[in-house]
């Protein structure tokens, strides 16, 4: 069974700083495309940023130069470090990855954790 977990998540003031983890764990053959969503309620899950196996990163505009994504191969770790946050970041952080179980390739999410930015 695959798990991916998040964690990293809380209360922050503005302008500050947190780094989100994503740990994946099972039987895994291979991990692909990575990368971070985040959700609001009442609203649709939106993209924040996305990283290839490469390293390769490509983030949605609203956060560029403020977030950093990046992973660990050899560790099956995914990080979000996000910078200079702001109210319009508070949300629910999920990530997901494309895995490789047993010659079947799916996305897999993880149950998310909290992002609130206030003063």
């Known amino acids: 069974q695959v798990q991916l977990v998040e964690s990293g998540g809380g209360l922050v003031q503005p302008g500050g700083s947190l780094r989100l983890s994503c740990a994946a764990s099972?039987?895994?053959?291979?991990?692909?495309?990575m990368g971070w969503y985040r959700q609001v309620p009442g609203k649709e899950r939106d993209l924040v940023a996305t990283?290839?196996?490469?390293?390769?990163?490509n983030y949605t505009d609203s956060v560029k130069d403020r977030f950093t994504i990046s992973r660990d191969n050899a560790k099956r770790l995914m990080y979000l470090q996000m910078n200079s946050l702001n109210a319009e970041d508070t949300a629910v952080y999920y990530c997901?990855?494309?895995?490789?179980?047993?010659?079947?390739?799916?996305?897999?999410w993880g149950q998310g954790t909290q992002v609130a930015v206030s003063s």
């Open positions: 099972g039987r895994i053959a291979g991990i692909y495309d």
């Open positions: 990283i290839t196996w490469r390293g390769m990163p």
């Open positions: 997901t990855a494309k895995i490789n179980v047993g010659g079947v390739i799916r996305d897999y």
